[in-house]
């Protein structure tokens, strides 16, 4: 039987993609909670699993696999019999990725704790800067969906994808720094369609074991 361990923590939005993709498709795994705020993801241990020194790192019988995206990737690719993360149409699955690029490179690197401790802001500065690139990013998110009728909610289509995946991680940051959601109606139905799923609900920062409240 195969064996799944995911490397994560519990307010990290690319270990919630990851959690989030393995709910929806039914897979076991093993937690390992790695401390962002202790400096663990820096440690030797954990650079042989992800060289950036990131979460999230997957271990799928004894090998290593990072970014959240590529995961996906993997997940769709070993357990073909689960609910397909990207669509098997090619535009389709193009323009998933593109909206998922959205989030994962436009959005999330610039508001990272790394990238926030680098900055010579004070809180509310670095609060300031999180917003603008959440926002930049939601704004063409916003347009990307627009184009993709969908008559359940999800974010691309009828059917939950990489992308529903995606925006409610984001989300979860986007209101932690406070972003008025309100120009973004396509996007928090999609996160509110999403979260009705026990699959994404279970993922929830909150609910995993490193959880501080
Ligand atoms: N592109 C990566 C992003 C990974 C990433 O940015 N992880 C953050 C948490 S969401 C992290 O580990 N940050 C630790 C740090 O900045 O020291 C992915 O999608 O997996």
Redesign the pocket.
């Known amino acids: 039987m195969s064996s799944t361990i995911l490397y994560g923590?519990w307010r990290?939005?690319?270990?919630y993609?990851v959690r989030i993709a393995l709910a929806w498709k039914g897979i076991a795994y093993t937690y390992v909670p790695v401390n962002?705020l202790d400096g663990e993801?820096?440690s030797e241990a954990h650079l042989a699993r992800n060289p950036?020194?990131?979460?999230?790192a997957v271990e799928v019988d004894g090998e290593l696999f990072?970014?959240?995206?590529a995961?996906f990737e993997l997940l769709d690719g070993l357990h073909p019999e689960t609910p397909r993360l990207f669509s098997a149409e090619p535009r389709r699955r193009a323009r998933q990725l593109a909206a998922c690029h959205t989030i994962?490179?436009g959005i999330?690197?610039l508001q990272?704790?790394?990238?926030l401790g680098k900055l010579p802001l004070d809180a509310e500065g670095k609060k300031a800067w999180a917003q603008h690139f959440i926002s930049h990013g939601f704004t063409a998110l916003e347009r990307q969906l627009q184009a993709e009728p969908s008559a359940t909610g999800f974010a691309m289509g009828d059917a939950f994808s990489a992308v529903d995946a995606c925006i409610v991680p984001q989300i979860y940051a986007a209101k932690r720094f406070d972003v008025d959601l309100a120009p973004y109606p396509r996007i928090v139905r999609a996160y509110e369609t999403a979260g009705s799923l026990a699959a994404v609900a279970g993922a929830a920062p909150e609910r995993q074991i490193d959880a501080k409240l």
């Open positions: 923590y990290s939005s690319a270990s993609r962002l993801q820096r950036m020194g990131y979460v999230p990072t970014e959240s995206l995961i994962a490179s999330q690197p990272n704790l790394s990238v």
